[in-house]
């Protein structure tokens, strides 16, 4: 019955152009009737709790059933996040403001919501004066780089700058931030932040699930779901160890980023001791929430946080991997 649910849900959210152009491709790429790939999408939804676009995006016509065992798809990590991390507790990651409240101490630029910048001109103006130039306007439950404005600072007064903000219903400002120069390098179009999946133990250790390199393809977010890459990060040292891969699958990976043309395999992360640090310690700040996907920016004073998110991605997690994830998860379970 549940999953009868999750696939009327499925539909319901289903980008269609998307659909058509994963079924098209797949159907030229196997040579199948496009009715048998349609019946083995259904049959896959049901049976291994994924969703419709990830049997095209696991690359599910392409293996046999003990390798689509493998991968942990959006049912299953639905109820796999649940379980980690309740409702009654995930609000602090959900809210970008209770998160920037909460892990305050490990924010490397300025951030204000409109209760503070009325609270602290001090904030204000740190704010304005920011060496980027630049604000970000976000609105507290945005997500995947949604419902967020970039505008420079001197478009506003400390008067108009909440103004602007409660007009147009944005919860949080941020200095723009400037990012490592090393990242600027890899892809100057956008923050080209690391994320980070975390698991605490039953000991409430602290395991790392994958880490990952996000960069932006001529977009002003770094998104994949907005069509940007997306590479594996050796734990140990930081260094990229594997292509930049898109979620969409008729493109092609890329080993050196198609813009700049600078090398994403054997690229190195700039302070990464500090930030796998800086994870494994928050980790344990709110230990309700025991699986959490950290988005981190490195900038050339060291890493800071993004955000931190109790949903966080199958597809940045499993597809730069190419493989499925699902057993590293399993002993976690209840």
């Known amino acids: 019955m549940k999953r009868i649910l999750y696939f009327g849900y499925y539909l319901k959210q289903l980008d269609w152009k998307k659909f058509s152009l994963f079924l098209n491709y797949t159907a030229q790429q196997t040579q199948k009737n496009k009715i048998s790939i349609l019946g083995d999408v259904v049959f896959s939804v049901f049976k291994y709790n994924i969703s419709i676009l990830e049997y095209f995006q696991f690359r599910f016509f392409e293996k046999n059933s003990k390798q689509r065992e493998e991968w942990a798809g ?48 001090e904030l204000v103006q740190k704010v304005l004066n920011n060496p980027s130039g630049k604000l970000v306007f976000k609105v507290a439950d945005g997500k995947c780089g949604v419902q967020v404005e970039i505008q420079k600072t001197e478009n506003f007064t400390p008067e108009s700058l909440i103004a602007f903000m409660e007009n147009n219903q944005f919860d949080l400002v941020e200095e723009f931030i400037m990012q490592h120069p090393k990242l600027q390098s890899l892809s100057p179009s956008a923050v080209n932040t690391v994320r980070i999946f975390t698991q605490l133990d039953s000991n409430n250790e602290v395991v790392l699930l994958g880490c990952r390199q996000r960069i932006s393809v001529n977009s002003s977010v770094d998104n994949m779901a907005a069509g940007n890459l997306a590479a594996p ?99 976690y379970k209840n």
């Open 74 to 121: 959006t049912g299953y990590m639905f109820e796999y996040q649940l379980q980690m991390n309740p409702k009654s507790e995930r609000t602090v990651l959900d809210d970008k403001t209770k998160f920037y409240k909460a892990y305050g101490d490990y924010f490397v630029h300025a951030v204000g919501d409109i209760a503070d910048l009325k609270s602290k001109p």
């Open 233 to 331: 990060i050796d734990e140990a040292t930081g260094i990229v160890i594997g292509p930049g891969v898109y979620s969409d699958i008729t493109k092609h990976d890329e080993t050196i980023h198609p813009i700049t043309n600078v090398a994403i395999e054997g690229f190195q992360v700039p302070f990464w001791n500090e930030t796998v640090a800086m994870v494994k310690k928050a980790a344990k700040e709110h230990p309700q929430n025991r699986s959490i996907g950290w988005d981190i920016v490195i900038t050339e004073n060291g890493p800071g946080f993004i955000e931190g998110n109790h949903d966080w991605c199958k597809l940045l997690w499993q597809l730069p991997a190419k493989k499925g994830l699902k057993f590293m998860l399993e002993p």
